[in-house]
Every structure is written in C-alpha cells, then in structure tokens.
C-alpha cells in the first residue's frame, strides 16, 4: 500500500465549481450574472493591455479591480469540524459562511483557513460561501500580481480531537551516514467539550516502507491546545541533496480508545547544512555552490493562476540549465512549489517580504504592516518550515528602512519571531547594497577606511548577509562581515530579448543610466540585443557575475534576476512594453542564448551553442559567439571556409568571431586534444513555408488540470526555423482539451494570453493546452495565411 493510502482523506480540494463576478463596488444586486469557472482563477491575466491602467509598468499595464466568488455545498457530518483553507488570494479578501463574516485578509500571498463549523447547515441544506476579493487600489505591486482566488482551496473536515493546521515541525539534530535523529513537534487541538485521553502514534516511512514508530500518552483538556514532542531513528539515513532528493514520510495518528480519530502526513527529508565563512555553502559536508535563479510567482500567458504542471516544466527548464536554487522573490510561494522544490532537488531561500513600515507604492503591504505582520509571518514560518528544500529565510527584500534604526529594530523583531519558530535555518535579508566603497574596483587593494556598512548589515542580527547587486564588493566580503557568511540574493539583471542581436557586441550597455531617470535609449521597437551586452546600471552582466561568484570558495553562491521572465517591470522601458527583459528564459519559456553560457558551466552535459541566427544581408559584419565546455577549442566555418580557432583564455567564458555575412551554413566544431566534441550548424533560412509543431508531452492526465505546451515554429521548405519569422498564427482545438494561454516572448506583444490568434516572435509561439476530466484525443490545428498548416494530436487517458 503506498504512504499516501495510508492516510485518512482529512481535507479535498475545494477548487472546482465555483461562481464569479467582476463589479464596480461592492454590493451584489439580484440581477448580477455570475460567471461559472474553476479555481485557481486570476481576472486580470484576461483582461486588456492599456498605458492608462492604475497598476502602470509594474503591473504590466492590466487591470485589476474588485471581484466576487461563491460556492455552494453540503456537509453530511454534524459531528466533525469544518475548515475552509485558502492557499493565496489576491488581494484585501473578506469570506462569509451563509452570511456569517468569518474575517479579512489583506497579503495576497498567505496562506490562511478559518472555522466554518459554528455556521453550517446539514440534513441536505445547502450552505453558501462567499469571498470578496479587492484589487481595485493601484498600484500595490511593484511587478504583475494577478487578481483573485489564484492559489488552490481546500476543505478540511476533523475531528473534534485533531492536530491543528500546519501542526508537525519536524527537524534532524543529528545525522550522520549511519543514524539520523528525527524530532518531532505535534501541536493539537481538543474542541471537545470534555477532556480526552488519547495516545499519539507517528511512523516514519520511506517510501512504502515503514521504518521506525513510536508512541505518546496524551492527556489533554476540554478546548485546549497542546504540543508534545517526539523522538524516532532512522538507520542508514539516505540523505535529501541536490541529486538525489530523497524524502521521507512521517504518518501521525490520534488513537481513542484504540480508535484512530485522526490522521496527519508530513513529508520531510535528512539533511544537514551549513553556511561557512571560508568555504560557503556546505550541503551533508559537501562543498556546493548556490546557482540560483529568482521566480516571480506569475506562469506567463497563465497569469498568476497556479497550475502544478506550468510549476514544474519552470523548475524543469531551470535543472536543465543547471540551476540548483529558487529564491520565491518577493513573497511566501504556493505551496505547490516548495513540494516541487523537495522532489526535483532545490536550494530555496524563501522570502516573505518586499516592504516593512514604508511603501514602496501607494496602496502596498505597508499600509497593513503594522497589523498585519507578525500574524503573516507566522503562518509563514509555519507552513513551510518542513520543507527539506528551505534553507533560508529572507524577512526582506531592498527594504528602506535598512538604511536607519527603525530597519534594525525591525529586523531584530522580525529575526526574534523566525527564531521562535524555527532555530535550523539562517536568517537573511536582500539588501541592495549591504556595502558601499567609493571605489570598487576588484582590482585595487581594499581599504577599510572607504568602507560604509549599511545599519541593518552591520547590526549583527543576520545569519548571512544578503546582497543585491553590488558585484565589484563581492570579493571584498570577508574584510567586510569577518564573521558572517555571503550570500549573493539578488545579482545581474542582465537585458535581453530572444532572438535580437545588435550585430556588433563588444559595446556594454548600461540601461538605464539610472533607475529614476526616464530612460530615452535603447533600439528601435524596445528590443535589447540578445548577445550578453546589456544589464542595468545597477547590475551586471552574467559573465561579469559569475566570474565572480564562480572564482571565490567564501561566496556561497548567487540567484540571478531572472530565472524567466515576468509580467511587469519592462526595465528599460516603458510603454508600450508590458513585461520585463531579465529572464535568461522568456515569458513562453523558450531559453535565450545566455542559457547556455550557464549551461556549459553549471551543468556536465557536453555543450556547444552558437548564434546568433544567420539570415542577414550580404556582407554585413555580424559578431558570432559560441558557449562550449569539455573542450580546448572551437573552430568556426562558414559554407566549409575555416574563419578560425578559437580558444578560452584565463576566465573567458565564451569566444568570438567578426566576419562578415554569406548567406549558406555557419557551422562550429568544438575540440579536445584533436578529437571532435560536438559540431553545431546553423543555415540561412528562405521564405517561410510551413510550421512544426512540438508538445512537451502528449499524454496528458484527463483530471481538468494537465497541460501540454506545444511550440509553433515557422520554418522554410526544408524545416528550418525561419528567425526573423513574425506570423500570424491562429489555433484551434478539437476533442478533450482547451486552450489556456498563448504566448511569443515579445515584451511587447498586446495581444491577449487567453486568445486563439498570436504572432511569432523570430519564428517562435507556444500554445499552451489543458486537458478535461475526460479520456480521449486532442486536436490541435495551427494556421497561418500564406502557410501549410499543422496539426498535432495529443492523447488524454
């Protein structure tokens, strides 16, 4: 039998069949008509591109807005409690139980339940749940926030007698490769009008087989809330890590009277870690170096509407690229994601924060800190501290009271709350910079005198310290903070769009020239060069970065912005740019160029990738780069003319040629000791002809939830991919299936995600498509006028 069998099914997700209505204000008429949809939903992903929309560039220029949901249901069993638990809504949500206000919550990322039990009906009534959400005061983001029940709802009926929401801590003290000690906290509820006596039985299993059990006596009275703790070994302890991600499943039970009243599952993983001063990240006494990206929580042409499987294609791209670490900028994460983190093998720093006493904008999280935070970050310790995957807590991003007393005393609170919680991980926050030097050149002596330490960093209260940006004071960190570790929690924000080169690329760009100066640069059509030449003023490029990171044992390691690219944010620019550039992977989730740089140094897969494209006009000067590893050189040919070797030199992490264009094959062949490694070849494309189309999978689970992303690309008369290609596609579906989003990586682009029509972008489209609850075919058929059009089937079962 598996582990999951094994557990009562205390709690189902509650997300389907629900209604909803987008108002003015926030009464509800007789007359309004309600829209019958699924959640997680997110509104604003479905509404219109417009300059004028009150979330401006950081939303990405869509609107938010006031929303309503209901769900209608029925409750058999009077004799159990009743929970209804939210996993994120955004935003100022209020819920009602047939018209009972059951409380506000203003963080549109936390996760939070409430008690329905007082106010249900039963014998066959129905009882109506009502939510109000309200997005309407913009901006409050300073990136794209969706609006609505856009995370997961779940329905927990227990009994009276019950381990209470998030109510297992698990930690490992002591592990070793022969023993591993698992302590466990069980926090219980006794909603009986009576004391109890009860015994508490936990099992630990690895996999389907049980390993260890133990029991406690409990004796607990009427309307009380208790915490007990227990100890088991584990023999033989096969540790969680990067590469094998192996988890364990704790099984906790209430007996009365022999009879089991109640069933919790915890998964958990044995680890050991630490962050050391000369030698950085240490992982089960191992050195490993953090090579991490940051994820804003919006899925693309998805919007913020959770969806497990976009989650892990993400997660999958990034392992592909060799990445190893997910920062969840700026705010708790689904839960989804940390459980995707656990099973595929991630480093997290988990961050809860982006602003404390003082807004960043006018209608943001700072209006309700006062109230609101020390409840948010409690249940945020809480729910995530199991997570094998969490390695770090970030209370705060680019804070501005880091800067005076008030940033300290409240990091000294917020770091005193964390550490009543949990006492295993360190305590950061991504200050931007922890340090100032006049100068920082990497290359001239550091002195001690030119040094200023902003009050949070240089307070004492943080496990590590977090920097953002700042690159060139990296290597002087250890004369900075002798006795406190490095992490790198925000770094690069490189620029780039895929598939647009500037032809030329040893000029650096620093976009723009400052953060509040209206930028007037850039190229035509808001594009910025692919080739890794661009990054903001405040930034680096990724080469400059990881040169960096990559040379010091002391720096543990780094979280780019961006693993992919988000809605909102299109620094540089500004309208009509709606989504950002910093992605090394764009909005569709197609890699640009700089993937491979990354992917050749972080990876042990044999690469070798060179661009750009080759359909340009005769005799133009274009600069071609190759990313390789596992070789001593590369040589390039064009239609079989040798254009030369070449060779990396000291920390080059690339290598070039300046030739002029002949329309015919660009080809490259890389070399170890004389012995081909691989060779690549690129071709001038002629006129689009047709299209191919590829799915990421083409069996799907027919559970109304599974996607398959299908890529479009335009290609001439001999398959290959056109790269200046911008056609109008046009998408349909047939069968089991529907379609949910489309998308190009065009910042640009203001088209509707949620439309069955799109252009490609340099030859590229994605079509994103869901299945229905029932088994069968997929059809889906792509047209373009002037093209053959494809079609692809995909199967449900």
Known sequence: MKTENKVANRKINFSNDWQFVLTEDDTLSENIVWRHLNVPHDWSIEGGFNKNNPANLGGGYLPGGLGWYKKTFQVKDASKE??????GVYMNSDVWINGHHLGSRPNGYISFEYDLTPYLKYNGQDNELLVKVDNSQQPNSRWYSGSGIYRNVWLKTVN???ISQWGTFITTPKVSDKKATVSIDININNNNSEAKEATIVTTIYNHDTELNTTSSALSINKNENKTIHQELAVENPELWSIKTPNLYTAITKILVDKKVVDTYQTSFGIRYFKFDLNKGFLLNGEQVKIKGVCLHHDLGPLGAAVNTRALERQLQIMKDMGVNGIRTAHNPPTPELLDLCDSMGFIVMDESFDMWNNTKTEFD??????????KDLEDFIKRDRNHPSVFIWSVGNEIQEQWNEQGVETAKELKALVRSLDTTRPITVAMNPPVNMPNTDVTTQFDASTVHLNPVAASGELDIIGYNYAHQTYPFHQQNFPNTPFIATETTSGLQTRGYYDKISDTLKRWPVRWDIPFDG???????????QVSTPW?????ETWKII???????????WTGFDYIGEPTPYVWPSRSSYFGVVDLAGFPKDVYYMYQSEWTDKDVLHLFPHWNWSEGETVDVWAYYNHADEVELFVNDQSQGIRKKEGDDLHVMWRIPFEAGTLKAVSRKDGHVVLEKEIKTASEPSTLKLTADRQTLNANGNDLSFVTVDVVDDKGTIVPTAQNQLHFSVEGEGKIVGVANGNPTNHESFKGDTHKALNGKCLVIVQATNNQGNIKLTVTSEGLKSQEISIITK
Not at 82 to 87: C, L, N
Not at 365 to 370: F, L
Not at 522 to 532: E, F, P, Q
């Open 82 to 87: 009743t929970f209804i638990q939210f996993d």
């Open 160 to 162: 009276k007698l019950h």
């Open 365 to 374: 999280y700072a209006n309700n800190w006062g109230k609101w935070h020390k």
């Open 522 to 532: 850039g190229n035509l059509g808001n594009t910025v060069s692919a080739y890794d």
């Open 539 to 543: 930034g680096s490029t990724h080469e």
């Open 550 to 560: 990559k040379k010091y044992d002391f720096l543990s390691g780094m979280y780019i």
